[in-house]
């Protein structure tokens, strides 16, 4: 029994406990997206990608490379249709329309954060802030299957993951820091292929 009181008190810190991400807007950012005159659908492929913690290989499913690469095309891609910049995109297996152009991503993310922060962290019953940054390297490869040109960018982007006892009313939307370091990936690669003559006459 002279246990209860602390664990009763551990629960409360745990359900507290928040976080919140914080976009690093390493990108150009309030980039205005032109349209092409015709939408076209996107083939995309996955290149070598590595996801790693703190410079160590990660392995596990949600953070394997082909679950990182894949999750952060999904993201790039669905901004664009949402924007009205291509009619649709997927991998080959799953497209029932030819695509016009084929996106192939390849690159790294890495997530660092601080041994000695997280453990002072946990000894302070998350009183204390923890943080981990993930940094994105991409290399976006971008090929026009009518005028056969290849288009090359890279796009480096980041956020950081704040932990920390009564962070918790932000939970909700603890994630737009890291949705919109994504989002800005998305409109640069959108507007440096624009520049580069990809989407021309479109």
């Known amino acids: 029994m002279k246990h209860g009181p602390i664990a009763a008190l551990a629960a ?57 690469v894949s999750n952060l095309t999904n993201q790039l891609m669905n901004r664009w249709v949402r924007h009205g910049l291509i009619s649709d995109y997927g991998r080959a297996e799953e497209l029932t329309t030819p695509p016009r152009y ?18 002072l962290h946990g000894l302070t019953m998350q009183l204390a802030p923890d943080s ?34 009564f962070l918790f009313p932000m939970v909700p939307v603890y994630q737009s820091g890291a949705n919109s370091a994504v989002d800005d990936i998305a409109d640069y690669l959108y507007e440096e292929l624009r520049k580069q003559g990809a989407f021309a006459g479109r």
Not at 102 to 119: A, I, K, M, R, Y
Not at 141 to 156: C, G, I, M, P, S
Request: a neutral charge; glycine letters at 4%.
């Open 132 to 165: 981990t940054k993930t940094t994105y390297n991409v290399i976006f490869q971008f090929e026009d299957h009518l005028t056969h040109r290849q288009y090359t960018v890279r796009a480096k982007s980041a956020y950081v993951l704040w932990e920390e006892l």
């Open 102 to 119: 084929t996106l192939t991503v390849s690159g790294s993310q890495n997530d660092q954060s601080s041994t000695l922060v997280s453990l």
């Open 12 to 68: 409360v810190l745990m359900v507290l406990t928040g976080c919140m991400t914080v976009n690093q807007k390493v990108l150009p950012q309030g980039t205005v997206l032109i349209p092409p005159k015709t939408p076209a659908v996107v083939e995309v492929k996955y290149g070598q990608y590595l996801s790693t913690s703190n410079g160590a290989v990660t392995v596990d499913c949600e953070t394997s490379p082909y679950y990182a």
